[in-house]
């Protein structure tokens, strides 16, 4: 049996035991409060004492005991709060860690691209609502209610007030610009635009337009021709040509299709165009004068033109992405890979 002396030897022991270090101080629980610990051992002893010795005995290991436990909780919260020394000294020469850089989606990379070009020829930027009102995106444009051409375009209307409706193109601003600015009126409207389609990977209930509008004295088709052809060869390539097909829309007369010469293949025949050579990029015309005069401008004095796109489907052309949710669908490994392009 461990004498009192030994008991206080222990003691002492512990009391002069200082751990400088996370290790020392797990090898420190392990010598002595750990299940193979020496005062496991003393406990050991305990149990096959006499009564009488028991208390005596039992006093003084449980003091010891205190000490270690109160000693071990005392320097392990000292360590924690002190730096780890015995740790690697950070190397200063490593790369910084770097947070990847986004980048532009393409439908913005060609909205961009298109602004800037329309730009550099003297066209405004115009802004307008995407939640509008029937007036300015059918009436005011020649499509009084019950015109059949309404059925052109699936329209997205609030339950409760038919007259407000989703925006389904990006013309209404024409009209709201029109009403609060007198010729000469350059301006264009990239947007999103709603329509009230099934979603499949060639349509989508939302899509991008851009709208362009040139109201002036003496305006004409030719202009309107070479603008086209200005856009065309600033956006594919400068050896592209067009073409123009008669159309229909309620808000010009005459209308017209524009096609230009595949940009994929360079008009030799491909999926993009075909295999004929030309890809559709735009309808145009010349603003009807029952759209001017809705919109207070003098249709004696004053002719323009107006053209619009849809961005996803040249995008698509352009980038050969065959459907058009993956535009929406925010996948970062998708849209990475357009970084830096157009
Ligand atoms: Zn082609």
Redesign the pocket.
């Known amino acids: 049996m461990p004498t009192h002396s030994e008991i206080q030897t222990l003691l002492a022991e512990i009391e002069q035991n200082n751990p400088q270090t996370a290790p020392e101080l797990e090898q420190f629980r392990l010598d002595y409060i750990g299940s193979k610990g020496k005062l496991k051992a003393l406990f050991e002893v305990l149990k096959t004492l006499p009564p009488d010795e028991k208390k005596t005995f039992g006093a003084n290991v449980n003091q010891v005991k205190q000490a270690a436990e109160q000693k071990y909780q005392q320097l392990k919260e000292q360590l924690s709060e002190v730096v780890d020394n015995t740790a690697a000294p950070a190397d200063l020469t490593m790369p910084a860690q770097t947070t990847r850089l986004g980048s532009r989606h393409p439908i913005s990379l060609f909205l961009h691209r298109a602004v800037s070009i329309f730009r550099s020829i003297g066209f405004q930027i115009a802004d307008g609502p995407e939640i509008e009102d029937d007036w300015h995106n059918f009436t005011a444009l020649n499509t009084p209610e019950d015109h059949p051409s309404r059925d052109m375009q699936d329209t997205f209307y609030i339950q409760t007030n038919p007259a407000v409706l989703l925006r389904t193109h990006t013309s209404p601003v024409q009209a709201r610009y029109m009403k609060k600015n007198q010729p000469p009126i350059r301006i264009i409207v990239p947007g999103r635009v709603y329509r009230n389609e099934t979603i499949s990977a060639r349509s989508h209930c939302q899509f991008h337009q851009i709208e362009g509008l040139y109201v002036a004295e003496n305006v004409s088709l030719a202009d309107l021709k070479q603008t086209i052809l200005y856009f065309a060869r600033q956006m594919f390539n400068k050896d592209v040509q067009i073409r123009l097909r008669p159309s229909f829309f309620p808000f010009t007369e005459p209308s017209l299709e524009a096609d230009v010469t595949?940009?994929?293949?360079?008009?030799?025949?491909?999926?993009?165009?075909k295999?004929?050579?030309w890809?559709e990029i735009l309808g145009a015309g010349m603003v009807d004068p029952n759209v001017l005069e809705n919109c207070g401008i003098d249709s004696q004095k004053y002719t323009g033109f107006a053209f619009g796109m849809g961005i996803e489907r040249t995008t698509m052309q352009i980038y050969g992405i065959k459907d058009i949710r993956l535009l929406y669908e925010n996948d970062a490994r998708f849209l990475r890979q357009f970084a830096g392009s157009l």
């Open positions: 595949c940009f994929i293949c360079h008009a030799k025949g491909c999926p993009v165009c295999y004929s050579g890809v």
